[in-house]
């Protein structure tokens, strides 16, 4: 069973651009949620889909979007990028709406210079 | 707001010895996860404790869950080098929303 893909893994940008990664969860899973990681404030949620509904979002500003389409396939998508912005996004997926048996990524690494 | 603070966040260990890594959390939550993460690589589940009094054990791992003192442990048994990476807690506020620990960087050494 193929785990969950993310794509591209590397991605270097610039300030002020916008960025679209990708997210195919693992066969059958609905839910997919996303993460961003970075040296200074660790691990934090993003938002979560489930059967193409946002369910939850976390402290992020509103260039940070996403969506989910029919197949479960999710996208986020960074607007007007920001240094800061640097960091490892991680997505995992689940069969149903909770978080139990959540499996992650590989992660898109995304360097704004 | 809620915290979640992991101590120690780094620990280097001498392999065959035994060490308790803490998760104390400020809010009710009967939630909790624990993962693992390799360098640059992705994060990979270990436990999931969803009760007070929860017991989970994996190998050389064990996790236990607290909910009245907000605390979760993970507990090494006779280290070995494969056990050297970062662990995080994770707690979840009910609304499947995680909120991650800073995480405890554990290093197993001969």
């Known amino acids: 069973k193929a785990g969950v893909t993310q794509t591209p893994r590397y991605l270097i940008k610039t300030r002020g651009q916008q960025v679209t990664l990708s997210c195919s969860p693992i066969s059958g899973h609905r839910s997919v949620s996303w993460y961003q990681q970075t040296p200074g404030q660790g691990l934090q949620f993003l938002f979560e889909y489930f059967s193409e509904t946002q369910r939850n979002k976390g402290n992020f500003p509103g260039r940070f979007s996403g969506r989910q389409f029919s197949n479960s396939r999710s996208e986020m998508n960074v607007s007007t990028l920001e240094l800061g912005d640097s960091a490892l996004y991680l997505c995992a997926s689940s069969l149903g709406p909770s978080l139990l048996e959540q499996y992650f990524g590989p992660g898109t690494r995304l360097t704004v210079t | 707001e809620l915290k979640v603070e992991q101590n120690p966040l780094f620990l280097s260990m001498q392999e065959g010895k035994n060490y308790t890594i803490y998760c104390n959390y400020s809010?009710?939550?009967?939630?909790l996860y624990w993962y693992r993460q390799d360098p640059g690589k992705s994060l990979e589940s270990l436990f999931v404790l969803l009760s007070n009094g929860a017991v989970k054990q994996e190998g050389r791992l064990m996790a236990s869950l607290d909910t009245k003192a907000r605390l979760s442990t993970l507990h090494i048994t006779a280290a070995v080098h494969d056990l050297s990476a970062t662990y995080f807690c994770?707690?979840?506020?009910?609304?499947?929303?995680?909120?991650f620990g800073t995480g405890t960087r554990l290093q197993v050494f001969p």
């Open positions: 994770a707690v979840d506020l009910g609304t499947d929303k995680l909120i």
């Open positions: 809010t009710t939550s009967d939630r």
